[in-house]
């Protein structure tokens, strides 16, 4: 299995979140206090999605590296 595209894929997700975040903390300046802890509820929750989509794309990465380490040394 060829794991460099699809680690590309997960990094691809990872940013699409990490900018929705960005945009959902510049909503926050004008958020009413009695909506606060919902807000940061929400943050929390995307950000812990994203953090999941970095480590398996990093995974996915090394994976596919080791893979092609392997290949070059064992059939040059």
């Given at each position: 299995m060829n794991y460099g595209p699809l680690s590309q894929k997960y990094f691809n997700e990872a940013n699409i979140l990490k900018n929705h975040i960005k945009f959902l903390k510049n909503q926050y300046q004008g958020i009413k206090i009695d909506e606060d802890l919902q807000f940061?509820?929400?943050?929390?929750?995307?950000?812990?999605?994203?953090?999941?989509?970095?480590?398996?794309?990093?995974?996915?990465?090394?994976?596919?590296?080791?893979?092609?380490?392997?290949?070059?040394r064992f059939y040059p």
């Open positions: 940061k509820d929400r943050i929390s929750t995307l950000y812990k999605m994203y953090l999941g989509l970095v480590h398996t794309g990093k995974y996915l990465k090394r994976k596919q590296e080791l893979i092609d380490r392997c290949k070059k």
